[in-house]
């Protein structure tokens, strides 16, 4: 298995080539290292490679990893989070990338004893097997959402379709960025929305090409 730190390289390498392309500076992405499949070993040497962002799936595989790492990393929560796990994260979390229903901002709102920086989880693609909200209930959803404190929306994640057409992948994450960008106009004082968490191993390089802010890396940085 290649080290991390030379997957890393080459990560870092063509976020530059695509940043270079649309004029983008490469420190303004940042790598979420996707460590729902590694092992606390394997998630340290990402750690020791430069990576200070984490992110799992799961819940009990989260604390199983803050256990052993403590709050050195910065922690995203990116899997579907159910409302009574809430509870067992939020006090140690410090990015939730799946809200995106109200029953889990409430939720949310009542755990918390600080503001949680979340990004709303937006379906684009409409398929049925992916979470999150239409485009179409998006604003609507994060306009409710001012009535709780502790949540402030920083941005908005997507799953592109697991799909080579490049042409399918752009118009997913081009969409995303417009709907950013109309939520931005409103001005919301809960709801900044100045960041975009979409790409993943198989599509990164695509998705900084149409904004996006935050890369979510797993097979390509830490292997399966």
Known sequence: MRSVESNLAVIRDKITQSC?????????????AVTKYSTIERTKEAMEAG???LGENRDQEFLNK??????????????????????NIIDKVDYIHSLDRLSLAKEINKRANKTINCFV???????????????????????????????????LMTMAPHTK????????????????QD??????????????????????EI???EGATYIRIGTALVGE
């Not at 803050?66 to 796990?85: D, V």
């Not at 057409?165 to 950013?180: A, T, V």
């Not at 939520?183 to 990164?204: F, H, K, T, V």
């Open 20 to 32: 270079k392309k649309v004029g983008r500076d490469p420190r303004d992405i940042k790598i979420i």
């Open 51 to 53: 990576i200070t962002h």
């Open 66 to 87: 803050y256990e052993a790492l403590g709050n050195e990393p910065t922690w995203h929560f990116i899997g579907t989070l159910q409302s009574r796990k809430v509870k």
């Open 121 to 155: 989880q937006v379906n684009v693609s409409g398929e049925e097997s992916k979470h999150g909200l239409s485009p179409e209930d998006t604003i609507p959803f994060i306009e409710s959402l001012q009535q709780y404190s502790n949540i402030r929306v920083i941005g």
């Open 165 to 180: 057409d490049e042409m399918i992948l752009r118009s997913c994450f081009k969409k995303l960025r417009q709907l950013q």
């Open 183 to 204: 939520i931005q106009l409103l001005s919301l004082n809960n709801a900044p929305c100045r960041e975009l968490s979409m790409g993943m191993s198989n599509d990164y």
């Open 207 to 209: 998705a900084i090409e």
